[in-house]
């Protein structure tokens, strides 16, 4: 069974340029996970789907990130602009529903300079 | 609000030596409980899951945890490590709050002397 895969792995980008990151979640998983993860801290949510609804966004920072699921499978996270705090390693996430064990992909690291 | 706490930054242990990485969590209620593990440029992998049940649970790469109510712990163990388990360790908690949600703790980073 083919994992959650993301692209990139790394993106270096000057403050206020945007970038896309891209997930492609586990085959008939309905949860989709958007986290970052800071340099020596744990993941935080930032975006959660079912299908392709948002059931929480309470912490992604909306005046310059943006998501969407389309057709409840791929995702696509954005930012726009970026910014020096930005920096971080971007982890997709999928699970069968909303409450069994989530599956992570690789990450994205994305620098911002 | 619903937290998780892992108490220690750092660890190191010998190889061979039995390994022990707390978590405490913070919950209404009997949460889902997780470990994953993290390698250095990978993304997290899940080592043992709790649901409910019996409270030691058996997980990948020779890994136990056992569920505390009483204390709000959920402790990783491990009886002899090997080098190759010297990674970042995260617990976490599933927990229904309106949504249902994965809370992280902030990790703890093992280190193994050969």
Same mark, same amino acid.
């Given at each position: 069974e083919a994992g959650v895969a993301q692209s990139p792995r790394y993106k270096i980008i000057e403050k206020r340029q945007s970038v896309a990151f891209w997930c492609n979640p586990i085959s008939g998983h309905a949860t989709l996970y958007w986290y970052q993860q800071i340099l020596g801290q744990g993941p935080k949510l930032l975006i959660q789907f079912q299908n392709n609804g948002v059931? !929480?966004?309470?912490?992604?920072?909306?005046d310059r990130f943006s998501a969407e699921r389309l057709k409840g499978v791929d995702s696509t996270l954005k930012i726009q602009?970026?910014?020096?705090? !930005?920096s971080a390693v971007y982890l997709c996430a999928s699970s069968l529903t909303q409450n069994t064990e989530a599956f992570f992909g690789q990450g994205t690291r994305l620098t911002v300079v | 609000a619903q937290s998780v706490t892992q108490p220690d930054i750092h660890i190191t242990v010998s190889e061979g030596a039995s390994l022990e990485l707390r978590c405490n969590y913070s919950y209404g209620a009997t949460p889902y409980l997780f470990w994953y593990v993290q390698s250095p440029g990978q993304g997290l992998q899940l080592l043992l899951k709790y649901f409910?049940?019996?409270?030691l649970v058996q997980g990948i790469k020779g890994f136990e945890a056992e569920f505390k109510r009483s204390q709000s712990s959920f402790n990783l163990r491990k009886p002899s490590v090997h080098w190759s388990d010297a990674a970042e360790y995260f617990c976490a908690v599933g927990a229904n709050s309106g949504t249902y949600k994965y809370i992280f703790g902030t990790g703890t980073r093992l280190k193994v002397l050969a």
């Open positions: 059931v !929480d966004d309470s912490q992604l920072p909306k602009p970026a910014k020096l705090e !930005d | 409910s049940g019996d409270t």
